[in-house]
């Protein structure tokens, strides 16, 4: 099979990548990422000599570009590249609309054209917006996004939807739960904090702390989209998350506890505009239909996490430098 992941040198995708060259190694993968501030080239290193893995720098918004990649027969395209972070989409949404939205169509416009055989679209659990003390996402939630993050990858999930039923195109859609692991960029909550803590800096905490995610090891969101991929019936949309709840403070007081740091450090701050209060999903669907099962549980990979980041200082080193990136502006030119 030859797959054309988008946005595999950012967290997911870079897991990901790792994931299917080491379970499928007969699988041809084309990494289509245009290295973003959120791109790391870094976090495929181990990989990048593999003969059946190739790195291409490319906007997905740019037809053009894209289109000599559709040339080579993909079958199927696995679409992570993204803006992610809630908090930059609140400061500047346009790019969020611009690669989220756009590029996104761009992606299905192409995979329409050279017909592959399977578009799968790499969503979130926050299109569905905030859920109160009770309940879960499932599959039939209305979607209710909250943050201009948010309703860009709903618009996304809409065009993916629209294009199926319009033009037939095969596509899935999942939608996942807080992901957390080795190489996420350490604006978000789990790596921040721990960077924050390791060098005695306050930990930010947004609002009453209490908000709640569902948290899920990055490798198992992998195994749920490989599974996808294979066994998917055409047209679904498939729900990833572990059943792990847990409010912001207790994610916070672990760190603290693992790194032997004290409970001072936490810093209550203004909290985030439109913070959704909770999310939790329903993952049955993924469970009964394609007998998906997560291999960790949160206890287990929180603190696997937090020893990935003490033994891999000089990549977050680096990541924080910006010195790897101007090391790959000298090898792939300017941007
Ligand atoms: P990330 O920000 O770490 O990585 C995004 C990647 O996309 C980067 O490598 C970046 O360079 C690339 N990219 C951005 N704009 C691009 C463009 N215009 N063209 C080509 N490449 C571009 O994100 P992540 O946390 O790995 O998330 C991956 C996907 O999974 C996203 O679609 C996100 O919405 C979704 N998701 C993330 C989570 C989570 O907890 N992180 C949970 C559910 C779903
Ligand atoms: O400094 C912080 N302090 C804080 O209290 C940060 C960065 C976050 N928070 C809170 C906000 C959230 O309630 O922690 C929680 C998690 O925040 P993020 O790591 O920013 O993640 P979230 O907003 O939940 O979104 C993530 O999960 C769903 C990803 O960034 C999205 O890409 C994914 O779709």
């Not at 699988?27 to 791109?39: C, E, F, K, R, V």
């Not at 609140?90 to 690669?99: G, K, N, Q």
Request: aromatic content about 10%; overall charge negative.
């Amino acid at each position: 099979m030859r797959m054309l992941v988008t946005g595999g040198a950012g967290f997911i995708g870079s897991n990901f990548v790792h994931y299917m060259l080491r379970e499928h190694p007969e699988d041809i993968i084309i990494n289509a990422d245009s290295l973003t501030y959120a791109g790391n080239l870094e976090n495929l290193r181990a990989v990048e000599q593999e003969p059946n893995y190739q790195f291409v720098r490319v906007d997905i918004t740019d037809r053009e570009a894209l289109r000599p990649l559709f040339e080579q027969e993909i079958d199927v395209v696995v679409n992570f590249a993204a803006e992610s972070h809630v908090d930059r989409s609140i400061l500047e949404p346009d790019v969020f609309v611009r690669t989220n939205i756009l590029g996104t169509q761009t992606l299905l416009d192409l995979a329409k054209e050279f017909k592959v055989r399977k578009f799968v679209q790499v969503s979130t659990d926050e299109v569905y917006g905030t859920l109160g003390d009770t309940g879960l996402f499932s599959e039939t939630t209305p979607l209710a996004a909250n943050s201009p993050y948010s309703a860009s990858k709903a618009g996304a999930d809409l065009l993916v939807r629209a294009y199926h039923e319009t033009f037939g195109l095969p596509v899935n859609i999942t939608r996942c739960s807080n992901n957390y692991g080795p190489y996420q960029f350490p604006e978000k909550l789990i790596p921040l904090m721990i960077q924050n803590a390791l060098a005695d800096k306050q930990l930010p905490v947004y609002g009453d702390g209490l908000n709640v995610r569902d948290w899920l090891y990055v490798e198992d969101h992998c195994k749920a989209i490989d599974l996808v991929i294979r066994e998917g019936a055409t047209g679904e949309v498939y729900n990833v998350g572990g059943n792990n709840e847990r409010n912001n403070l207790q994610v916070v007081r672990t760190i603290l506890q693992e790194l032997g740091k004290p409970e001072s450090l936490i810093t209550y701050v203004t909290d985030r505009p439109g913070h959704d209060r909770r999310y939790a999903i329903d993952a049955s669907k993924i469970r009964t239909q394609l007998g998906w099962q997560p291999k960790y549980n949160y206890e287990s990979g929180i603190v696997e996490t937090i020893r990935w980041y003490l033994s891999n200082q000089a990549w977050m080193e680096q990541v924080k430098s910006g010195g790897y990136r101007d090391y790959y502006e000298m090898q792939y030119g300017e941007r």
